[in-house]
Every structure is written in structure tokens, then in C-alpha cells.
Nanobody
Framework: QVQLVESGGGLVQPGGSLRLSCVASGFSVGYNAVGWFRQAPGKEREGVGCISSSDGRTYYSDSVKGRFTISVDNGKNTVYLQMVNLKPEDTAVYYC??????????????WGQGTQVTVSS
């Protein structure tokens, strides 16, 4: 049974940093692409990025490119989203997702509860 549990969100000031974690069970992140997306109140889901397991490449939306980094710890079966230089417009609930395929992109399905990121002074 596929499970994804996000954590690491919180309140941070503009310009600050956070690292989100996505702990996977029921499948291996080493063999399956994992994506991150976010949803702010009253807005549609927005893809943030994805890491492909077939070649290890990462992909990012233009809005976060250069600020967010996705990485994988195969030993912990966990995917991370490192976020730096956070902006108020990054405020949203963040989710990780997979469709058990090795390639990006990954459909934005909310497997877990997500983790809230709030960027505010």
C-alpha cells in the first residue's frame, strides 16, 4: 500500500529556508519518480518540481527554479524539498506525489495530508 507522509513545514520569514520531507512506504523512491506540488487557499494546485528515478534528473517550475532543490535518500526512502529565499507567495500546503513510474512529470495526487508552509513577517 502506497503511503506518503509530508513534514517539515512551518512559519518562516521572507528570505528564510525550510526543508520538507516526504517519507514513502509501499514503494521505493529509488525506482519511482516523486513530485512535489502545492496548493494555496483559493488557488489551483501548482506543480513545484519532480525527481526522476530513471536518470536522477530534477525538474522545477519557473516560480521556484534556483530556490528549491529536490533530493533523495534511498536508505531512508525519503524525498526532500529544500527551499531557500522563501517568498510570501510560496505560502501553501505542500504535497509529495507519485504514480509509480520512473519518469517525470507526476500527476498531482494528494496521497497524504501535506505540510503547511507559511512565509510571513
Amino acid at each position: 500500500q502506497v503511503q506518503l507522509v509530508e513534514s517539515g513545514g512551518g512559519l518562516v520569514q521572507p528570505g528564510g529556508s525550510l526543508r520538507l520531507s516526504c517519507v514513502a512506504s509501499g514503494f521505493s523512491v529509488g525506482y519511482n519518480a516523486v513530485g512535489w506540488f502545492r496548493q494555496a487557499p483559493g488557488k489551483e494546485r501548482e506543480g513545484v518540481g519532480c525527481i526522476s528515478s530513471s536518470d536522477g534528473r530534477t525538474y522545477y517550475s519557473d516560480s521556484v527554479k534556483g530556490r528549491f532543490t529536490i533530493s533523495v535518500d534511498n536508505g531512508k526512502n525519503t524525498v526532500y524539498l529544500q527551499m531557500v529565499n522563501l517568498k510570501p507567495e510560496d505560502t501553501a500546503v505542500y504535497y509529495c506525489t507519485t504514480d509509480l513510474d520512473s519518469r517525470c512529470p507526476v500527476p498531482m495526487r494528494s496521497w497524504g495530508q501535506g505540510t503547511q508552509v507559511t512565509v510571513s513577517s
